[in-house]
């Protein structure tokens, strides 16, 4: 058997093949994205709307994250499916759709990532400034302007910049009718320093939390035992006076400024419920950022310093389609994650939920 990267003689019959799984695959998690991704979003934008208590400014930058992965599912996940399509059918007449496919890519793709930046900022604001509100909604207001603004600008760029490749995607000799040239290098570095972004506010919040910790303290005021000796109680009409001797506890009065009693081992346990709450969250928006993006980044720089055969070719292509599809789950995760693990949303959907099963 020789070698899988320059195979000639004996490929088609396996390059078929290989194409049904990779076909399969990228429609499989299409089709997941468009269903899943349309109605998780749906459902958050709705949810989030209908409930008074969801209208914060924290809460808008998830809305908007949720509008940009709905424009995802509903419009791009389709529109990359017939393109797949047509590619598969080898119809010469799918530029256009490329096209498309290519604008709602981007805008969604950038839009994600800003939003997901945003997102990390505001909540470092939020913990290491919880009484700063007053300007909180202005400034979520401008940030989801900018990041829209922004993602149209990069769309409409790279589309007018990257105009004479997608000519060549009517040629048969180049088979994959969605070619992740120019826009995929435009993401590369808005990925990078998104990535960044979240992982140093994240890291800012852990250590905001941990010096929090460190500052409650654990000891409080308690009430001393005094000793009382010959103390004569006040005279009443209905008692007669009464001789004790004894131990009491001081009047309630003498304790001034009593907190509550924390002991060392109740601190240690908070304090590591809290950074375990914290470092879990802050593993699913990394693993998702990360897990999803990092194949179709590594591909695109093993192209840049591989010089693949005919065969190799074909393979790097294929594997880039479905790095660009893998990349459009988030679409679909993104609603479990930043909706379903917050407190406030969860709450509102098992109200909803159990007012149409009429609990």
């Known amino acids: 058997m020789g070698d899988p990267w320059t195979l000639n003689t004996t490929s088609p019959c396996r390059l078929e093949q290989s194409s049904a799984r990779f076909v399969i695959f990228n429609y499989f998690l299409l089709c997941f994205t468009f269903i899943i991704g349309t109605s998780a979003n749906l459902l958050v934008c709705w949810v989030a709307f209908r409930a008074k208590s969801l209208r914060t400014g924290s809460n808008a930058l998830l809305v908007n994250l949720a509008a940009g992965d709905l ?9 990359f499916l017939t393109v797949l399509v047509l ?11 490329c096209r498309v496919q290519q604008l709602t890519y981007l805008l969604c793709s950038c839009a994600q990532l800003l939003t997901l930046a945003a997102i990390s900022v505001e909540r470092f604001q939020t913990i290491a400034f919880p009484f700063s509100t007053e300007k909180r909604k202005g400034r979520i207001r401008i940030w989801i302007l900018i990041i829209w603004i922004f993602a149209v600008t990069i769309a409409v760029s790279s589309l007018l910049l990257s105009f004479p490749s997608c000519r ?10 969605h070619a992740p040239s120019f826009d995929a290098y435009v993401l590369i570095p808005i990925w990078t320093l998104s990535v960044i972004l979240i992982a140093v506010n994240y890291l800012r919040i852990f250590i905001v939390v941990k010096q929090h910790s460190n500052k409650i303290f654990d000891s409080g005021v308690h009430p001393s035992l005094c000793v009382v000796s010959s103390r004569r109680l006040p005279q009443s009409s ?13 009047p309630a009065s003498e304790i001034v400024g009593a907190v509550c009693v924390l002991t060392p081992k109740a601190k240690a346990l908070g304090k590591a419920r809290v950074e375990g709450k914290l470092a879990k969250r802050l593993g699913y928006i990394i693993a998702n ?10 591909l695109l720089a093993l192209r840049l310093l591989v010089n693949c055969s005919e065969c190799c ?11 660009t599809v893998l990349t459009c789950v988030p679409a679909a995760v993104d609603p479990l994650i930043y909706t379903l693990l917050h407190r406030h949303f969860y709450t509102e959907f098992r109200r909803l939920f159990c007012s149409i099963l009429r609990c």
Not at 87 to 97: D, I, K, T, Y
Not at 168 to 177: D, E, G, V, Y
Not at 238 to 250: F, I, K, M, W
């Open 71 to 79: 424009i995802r599912s509903f419009v791009d996940s389709p529109v």
């Open 87 to 97: 590619r598969e059918r080898r119809v010469q007449s799918g530029a256009v759709l």
């Open 168 to 177: 060549q995607l009517n040629s048969p000799k180049l088979r994959p009718l």
């Open 238 to 250: 209905a008692l007669e006076p009464v001789r004790v001797d004894g131990t009491y506890p001081c």
């Open 289 to 298: 950022v990360v897990l999803f993006w990092m194949p179709l980044l590594l």
């Open 313 to 323: 070719s074909w393979l790097m292509w294929e594997l880039e389609t479905s790095a």
